[in-house]
């Protein structure tokens, strides 16, 4: 079952950044347990002007 996650791309970015800071040793791990898209997340974050730093392991 794949999480629900927020529409809003900025509500996105908090979400994401807070799993990854909390939970998560990486995004590809963080989307392969939580079942996500991660070419889907990413095309989003991408319109507000993130991109995932794999060295800090958040959207920057």
Request: hydrophobic share 35%; aromatic share 10%; net charge negative.
């Amino acid at each position: 079952m794949q999480t629900e996650l927020p529409k809003d791309p900025v509500m996105l970015l908090s979400v994401i950044n807070t799993k990854l800071r909390d939970y998560y040793p990486s995004f590809e791990k963080m989307c392969e347990e939580m079942q996500l898209d991660s070419v889907q997340i990413i095309k989003v974050l991408e319109r507000i002007d993130y991109r995932y730093d794999e060295g800090k392991n958040q959207f920057i």
